[in-house]
């Protein structure tokens, strides 16, 4: 069994070493700074803490009350709302909750982008729509906008009436339109909900309005994509009645133990938000445009040149010329070079295996100091792979390349921590008005 355990620590080790040496552009991946990555391993991860702070059914949970209050809090300040629930532990739950409390029980209607162009598993009869046996109706689709057609969408709010309408997706290069579209919703007496999973990042960094203030009902999202927290969802809103909902569906509904070891680093993410975020934001979207240009000006086709390819962090590529998407995105792995492949809104349903598009998101590289100039090297090495170039030549430039930047940014490291410590406190105190 020691040979077994000796497997284990080699494969995380060989795993971790590997990672670093990779240009990592998932749209939906990012990292921790090395303060929230230090406070992640607490042990508050062998803990329960069922309920609400400070009314919980377990004893021994007098410091995580603390915590989830301040993380609380934090998220409230940070995104200016009256109301967060950090106890969701994905997107998906979060979404799930919200979906259960408008349009639970079955019989109900939602509107929801379509498939291709967007729409995460769980906004869909594949997912907790169909687990609830709420009707998923598919918004119509703008090819030269690449987004909802607004027109024809506000026709189909106002002819199906829905419990609710779900903006934001999984293909997001540009934002959708939540003040035309929630104001139709609202004329039918129908909720909008936000998924701003891939893009919560950049609505704390004012890179993109916040849905909230556009006309939204409710915001939910993940805290580990464009926002750079561990892993976990979060739900957000201004509206006290659905909050209170909400607060009672996602325990015991969705979620039991609320894995509180998270909530440090989720609460320092939200404090470096609140420090560097702007100019982080402003930093993802600058390198997904310096991305997206690049590659078009070496002849690979990027979708929204019109649009000027992307205002997210998202670029997206169109590679049905080059054979589909399936073989290329093996061929970047194998030069470390990790993407994935995406659905465009044009392709049938059962081209998920090979479709037409590869997604690109910057905002992990953002993270680790990388910029416009570096952008522009990325996009010379995808090229020489879509066009053929053995991969392992490749990749020995993109070590070499990679080897530049290890160091996070935008972000507290462990060793600022006794420096920077009674600074620390009175900002916090400061932020919270205690």
């Not at 701003?196 to 409710?218: I, T, Y």
Request: with cysteine.
């Amino acid at each position: 069994m020691m040979d077994v355990l000796r497997d284990v620590v080699r494969i995380v080790k060989e795993h971790d070493e590997w990672r670093q040496n990779t240009i990592n552009l998932i749209a939906s991946e990012n990292v921790m700074s090395p303060l929230a990555e230090s406070l992640y391993l607490n042990d508050m991860m062998h803990r329960y803490a069922e309920g609400k702070p400070f009314k919980r059914y377990y004893q021994g949970t007098r410091y995580i009350d603390e915590i989830e209050v301040l993380a609380t809090e934090l998220m409230k300040k940070l995104f200016a709302v009256e109301y967060a629930e950090v106890r969701p532990i994905s997107g998906t739950t979060a979404n799930g909750t919200v979906f259960y409390v408008l349009g639970g029980g079955g019989g109900k209607k939602a509107l929801i982008p379509p498939v291709q162009a967007g729409s995460h598993v769980s906004h869909t009869k594949f997912g907790i729509l169909g687990a609830l046996c709420i009707e998923q109706i598919e918004m119509p689709y703008n090819k030269e906008t690449l987004n909802i057609d607004v027109d024809k969408a506000v026709k189909m709010i106002e002819e199906v009436r829905p419990a609710f309408v779900v903006l934001g997706g999984s293909l997001y290069p540009f934002p959708h339109p939540v003040k035309e579209i929630a104001d139709a919703a609202h004329s039918v007496g129908a909720k909008v909900v936000y998924d701003a999973a891939h893009v919560l990042g950049l609505v704390a960094g004012k890179a993109l309005a916040n849905p909230l203030e556009e006309g939204a009902d409710v915001m939910t999202a993940s805290t580990h994509k464009t926002f750079p927290g561990p892993q976990g969802g979060v739900i957000l809103t201004n509206d006290k009645d659905l909050y209170k909902k909400v607060s009672r569906v996602v325990f015991p509904v969705f979620v039991s133990n609320h894995h509180a070891h998270r909530l440090p680093s989720l609460a320092v993410t939200a404090v470096e938000m609140m420090q560097f975020g702007e100019q982080y934001a402003s930093q993802v979207v600058k390198n997904a445009r310096a991305l997206a240009e690049e590659l078009h000006s070496l002849g690979v086709k990027v979708l929204g040149e019109h649009l000027g390819f992307t205002r997210t962090h998202q670029v997206v590529v169109d590679v049905s010329e080059r054979g589909g998407a399936a073989e290329l995105v093996k061929k970047l792995e194998e030069a470390y070079i990790i993407t994935n492949k995406n659905l465009l809104p044009w392709d049938p349903p059962d081209a998920i295996a090979n479709p037409s598009g590869i997604r690109i998101g910057v905002q992990e590289m953002t993270r680790f100091g990388m910029r416009e100039s570096e952008m522009k090297e990325i996009a010379r090495f995808i090229k020489r792979v879509l066009d053929g170039e053995e991969p392992q030549k490749v990749k020995d430039e993109v070590v070499a390349f990679r080897s530049q930047f290890r160091e996070v940014r935008y972000g507290y490291k462990l060793e600022d921590l006794p420096e920077a410590k009674e600074r620390f406190e009175e900002y916090l105190k400061s932020v919270l008005e205690m």
